[in-house]
């Protein structure tokens, strides 16, 4: 029975440095798209032995691939949930909050729009539904089409928590899969409108409009008023590769530089 | 197996007494056994599943009700209609105005609208400007590091920025050279649908205009790896636009308008914040509720945990364990604060009531406006001001007679399920699992594609037995039955890719504009959906009706054509009577193949959801929510077993629809 259960120990070991080498990062959309893969581009490229695989399917998926022990770093656009606690607490492990950057929510329309400024309550009046027309902020007649993220996205909550002082979406909105849909849909719709993450609002034929006048630019961090935290979660205090890995991500200045140009804010 | 059979040579292989045919026989009954058996193992488990809902549901509803949700969302009623008054008064003043100051202010819109058309033409050119740019700020880091490491890496470093930047001056020149190119074929009628009538307007009024913006197209795709500023003609007519519409703010009707839609702004105000009072009570208490609910499981998670924890780990555990909160708030006191609100809600209801009475007035006839929207936009409105008492009052008397202690029975719940008019979940105000809006999705999207499908299905089926030549037969049978063949997702590729933007464009033909729900809003709708399930549909009737017109007996048509009727004649006066049951089983049964598709309506129906109102409405479907939300939806969550409840249902219709089938044609089939 000893012999066994050290063989099993061993094994587990064994296990443990071989999958030290392959890093599986799974989680948000808006982390895993551009920032994320460019992150380990780079690692790779400085020379650190390691293999990458990413999934980005939504923030929720982060703690459930967590939980299951498919990945070692979970990517998240919101910080965890009591019930995503509970569930770890059950299995008697325990969570490791990074912050990864900071994001700015950019809210987009058709670049044949003529808005180039909405008020605060403005956008919570459209995307709440008490707006519907936008002759209504200034722009030419037409009905406003919503687009919004799904309920796995951790985009989802926090605009609801930031733009939409926790009011429900309206019944019309119409919900995306991922970041670059919500910019199709825009894209094609003259009357649309919708969120993305910073990083993705710069393609050719949408525009981000400004917020009370404050545009979402790196600079405007403080006064820009949809910012939020992005993270970076661990079981328990991070290891071996995955902890050299995620001190780079998050200290060195190449990282920060990569995380700049992607869109996003670094914490140092 | 005493007796001697003359057939079977019994001296074969056999095992345990068993023979070759026993072993046959129990492997075709086992099989069919183990099908029933998964059948009812499918029932049984989503039953189990389902079942569990309405409790929960009946507590969460329970939770809306003793929190004071429902209390403030009946003030929160009265808010809304307010606003939207205020708000449609606003879109009236807007539509007009617009239409009065002329077209400068859709000259930026057209430009960007023939852009998004020329982006889609050089699709392939702009890939490669984002590529060569993008190879060029991928490197910049490691250029960075280069440019301070050594001789070789800063050669290698510049080498590459030379070949980078070269290979970007290239990637421009392909763009202008396409841009000239294609510009000139960027008309009217190639823009989205949406556009083509501002867009004639816009060229008559000024017909060098699409000459102009063409030019236009070309200047700022030629300089599009430098800069990419936005064209002077453009923003000088955006500015001329206010300029035209600043001097038109001061005649009469829209000073006037202003007016009206400043006061009605103000009559909310002090009304708004007292529903923001009433919420945010309301949310506190529903929070405590759900944290004291929630407590239950996080014991039984710390309690599940504790043995497989580490022993610093349990000491924490231990301490969270102790600071659970173990007792629920009084419900009663904290209503007490909401049932003390009544007074001042009556006080600023009826300030804001009789102000607004004193503004309605005001307002401009609708012989006033000129422009269509604006008027079918006051039309509304009117509606909204003559209901605007009475909607009040109702919501008022609500408030009055809402009980925190009434708790809502098993009934209701049932009820509130199967009619509610909102499924939201995920909710940051209150989650409510209501079926109607999804109901009336798939059964709105399913009549749709019935009415397309039975005249198709059920003439083609006349047609190929009745009329058509053998030869013929050959050719169209086959290839009806092949329609079938085709995977549901190929289909639904088929209807985001072309049907939803030919029936867009099709929404938008003037001559068709009476229709109801013409012009559609986007290509999203059940009208899209319909379509393609009506050709999804059209073989499963097709061969039913077939087969039902093919069993009337042929003594029936020799009957019919010797007594000198045509052959048109037989079939409409004995042929179609005749097959009828197995006709009206075919159709019953497409039905039933429509309302349980998934796939199409995920990608083309919308997702909204909402009850719909017109045929070109977008709209979530039952199969669709299950899709959709059963990855997200957490195990053993009200959402997971609504989901299972939803499946239940539509397992419940298919069953009634297919029973139903076989009574049509067992009632009225066998007559011949």
Redesign the interface.
């Known amino acids: 029975m000893k012999a066994l259960k050290s063989l099993a120990i061993g094994s587990a070991l064994i296990a443990t440095s071989t999958a030290a080498d392959k890093i599986t990062i799974k989680g948000s959309d808006t982390l895993g798209a551009k920032m994320v893969p460019?992150l380990s581009?780079?690692y790779t490229?400085l020379g650190n032995h390691v293999k990458f695989e990413i999934a980005a399917e939504?923030s929720?998926s982060a703690f459930k691939a967590l939980l299951d022990g498919t990945a070692q770093i979970g990517m998240s656009s919101r910080s965890v949930k009591?019930?995503e606690i509970?569930?770890f607490?059950?299995?008697?492990?325990?969570l490791k909050e990074t912050v990864a950057g900071v994001d700015m929510i950019a809210v987009i329309v058709?670049?044949?729009?003529?808005i180039s400024n909405l008020t605060k309550e403005q956008i919570e009046g459209i995307f709440t539904g008490?707006?519907?027309?936008w002759?209504?902020v200034?722009g030419?007649?037409?009905?406003i089409?919503i687009y919004t993220r799904?309920?796995?996205s951790g985009t989802?909550?926090t605009f609801?928590?930031l733009a939409m002082s926790?009011?429900?979406y309206s019944?019309?909105?119409?919900?995306q899969a991922g970041n670059t849909q919500i910019v199709d849909q825009v894209?094609?719709?003259?009357?649309g409108i919708g969120y993305v993450g910073l990083a993705y609002a710069n393609k050719?034929?949408i525009k981000s409009v400004t917020i009370d006048g404050v545009a979402g630019t790196p600079e405007n961090k403080a006064s820009y008023s949809l910012s939020r935290n992005l993270y970076y979660y661990t079981l328990g205090e991070p290891t071996g590769s995955t902890k050299k890995f995620l001190d780079w991500a998050t200290s060195s200045k190449?990282a920060s530089?990569?995380v700049t140009?992607v869109g996003f804010i670094p914490v140092k | 197996m005493s007796k001697e059979h003359p057939f079977i040579n019994k001296k074969q292989f056999s095992f345990l007494g068993l023979g070759k045919q026993d072993a046959i026989k129990f492997l075709f009954g086992g099989n069919a056994l183990i099908s029933i058996i998964a059948l009812i193992l499918i029932t049984l488990f989503l039953a189990k599943e389902s079942i569990y809902f309405f409790p929960d549901y009946q507590s969460n509803l329970n939770i809306y009700r003793k929190s004071g949700k429902e209390f403030a969302d009946y003030a929160e009623n009265q808010l809304k209609y307010q606003k939207e008054i205020k708000s449609l008064v606003t879109q009236v003043k807007q539509y007009e105005l617009f239409h009065q100051a002329g077209v400068d202010a859709y000259i930026p819109e057209l430009f960007s609208t023939m852009k998004t058309v020329a982006i889609e033409k050089m699709t392939s050119e702009l890939l490669a400007v984002k590529i060569a740019k993008n190879r060029i700020t991928s490197k910049e880091i490691i250029w960075d590091i280069w440019s301070e490491g050594s001789p070789e890496e800063q050669a290698q470093m510049k080498a590459q920025k030379a070949e980078f930047s070269q290979n970007l001056i290239k990637t421009q020149e392909a763009l202008t050279a396409k841009i000239n190119k294609i510009a000139p074929s960027i008309k009217i009628s190639t823009l989205s649908p949406q556009f083509q009538k501002k867009a004639y307007e816009v060229q008559r009024q000024e017909p060098s205009a699409i000459k102009t913006l063409q030019e236009a197209l070309i200047s700022y795709f030629s300089n599009y790896t430098v800069s990419t500023k936005t064209p002077d003609f453009i923003t000088q007519s955006s500015r001329s636009g206010v300029e035209k519409r600043t001097v038109l703010l001061q005649t009469p009707l829209f000073s006037n308008l202003s007016q009206v839609e400043k006061e009605l702004t103000e009559t909310y105000l002090p009304f708004n914040a007292f529903v923001e009072k009433l919420r945010d009570h309301a949310l506190l208490v529903s929070i405590r509720a759900e944290s004291f609910l929630s407590a239950a499981d996080r014991k039984k998670a710390i309690e599940e945990g504790i043995p497989e924890a580490s022993p610093e780990k349990k000491k924490k555990l231990l301490i969270d364990l102790k600071r659970l909160i173990t007792e629920d708030q009084d419900y009663g006191q904290q209503a007490e604060v909401l049932y003390a609100t009544l007074p001042e809600h009556q006080e600023l209801l009826s300030k804001m009531t009789s102000s607004s009475h004193a503004i309605f007035p005001k307002l401009p006839n609708i012989n006033e406006f000129e422009n269509k929207g604006a008027r079918r936009i006051h039309k509304k409105l009117t509606k909204l001001l003559k209901d605007y008492d009475a909607f009040m009052a109702q919501q008022r008397s609500n408030m009055e007679s809402w009980r925190h202690d009434q708790t809502i029975g098993f009934l209701k719940t049932l009820g509130g399920f199967v009619f509610g008019q909102k499924w939201i979940s995920n909710s940051s105000w209150h989650n409510f699992f209501g079926l109607a809006p999804l109901f009336g999705g798939s059964l709105f999207i399913t009549l749709i594609a019935i009415t397309i499908a039975t005249p198709f299905a059920v003439g083609g089926a006349i047609y190929v037995n009745r009329i058509a030549s053998k030869a013929e037969q050959n050719f169209i049978k086959p290839i009806i039955e092949f329609i079938q063949a085709i995977p549901s997702v190929v289909l639904a590729f088929l209807g985001v890719v072309v049907v939803g933007q030919n029936i867009l464009k099709l929404s938008y033909i003037p001559w068709l504009e009476w229709l109801p729900g013409f012009p559609a809003s986007g290509e999203q709708m059940m009208l899209t959906a319909g379509v393609l399930l009506a050709f999804m549909a059209i073989p499963t009737m097709f061969t039913l009706a077939e087969d039902a017109i093919n069993n009337v007996p042929k003594s029936y048509t020799e009957a019919s054509l010797s007594l000198g009727a045509t052959r048109l004649q037989t079939i409409f006066n004995v042929i179609i009577p005749s097959s009828l049951s197995g006709v009206v089983a075919a159709i019953l049964l497409g039905f039933g193949r429509i309302i349980g598709e998934t796939m199409v309506v995920l990608l083309v129906a919308g997702g909204t959801i909402d009850w719909p109102t017109t045929w070109t409405d977008p709209v979530h479907t039952m199969t669709g929510i299950i899709a959709q939300s059963t990855g997200e939806a957490a195990p053993g969550s009200i959402q997971y077993r609504a989901l299972f409840l939803v499946g239940l249902f539509l397992f419940g219709i298919s069953l009634i629809i297919n029973s139903l089938a076989q009574n049509v044609i067992k009632k009225f089939g066998s007559k011949h």
């Open positions: 460019q581009e780079v490229a939504g929720s009591e019930s509970n569930k607490t059950a299995k008697g492990k325990s058709n670049g044949a729009n003529g008490s707006i519907s027309d002759s209504e200034g030419t007649p037409g009905k089409s799904n309920e796995t989802y909550k609801q928590k926790k009011k429900d019944s019309n909105a119409q919900k894209f094609k719709n003259s009357k050719e034929g190449i530089k990569i140009k």
